[in-house]
Nanobody, 124 residues
Framework: QVQLVESGGGLVQAGGSLRVSCAAS????????MGWFRQAPGKEREFVAA????????YYADSVKGRFTISRDSAKKTVYLQMNSLKPEDTAVYYC?????????????????WGQGTQVTVSS
């Protein structure tokens, strides 16, 4: 069992920045993918970004490419999502997710473990 604990959500003005964190504990693996998804009110949960833990390869949704950066700290077993140039449409609950392997990383149903979610609100 893998546990994911998120932190760093909050309220930020449009154009501002925020970094959310997700710390993993439990039985983790060397071949692992960590991702961020978000869910706005009344909308489906959507892919935001992912990182291959071993290789460090990163993947982004078109809507956040160039503004968001996903990174990892292996020693802390933590994944980060740095969000810059935030827009009101970025407002959502952001979820950290993990899975074994590197396939189906853009699909929320391909992930095995989820954090509790952290609210990010961008005001205009």
């Amino acid at each position: 069992q893998v546990q994911l604990v998120e932190s760093g959500g909050g309220l930020v003005q449009a154009g501002g920045s925020l970094r959310v964190s997700c710390a993993a504990s439990g039985h983790t693996f060397s071949s692992y993918t960590m991702g961020w998804f978000r869910q706005a009110p009344g909308k489906e949960r959507e892919f935001v970004a992912a990182i291959d833990w071993s290789a460090g390869s990163t993947y982004y949704a078109d809507s956040v490419k160039g503004r968001f950066t996903i990174s990892r700290d292996s020693a802390k077993k933590t994944v980060y999502l740095q969000m810059n140039s935030l827009k009101p449409e970025d407002t959502a609950v952001y979820y950290c997710a993990g899975k074994y392997g590197s396939w189906s990383i853009f699909n929320r149903y391909g992930y095995d473990y989820w954090g509790q979610g952290t609210q990010v609100t961008v005001s205009s």
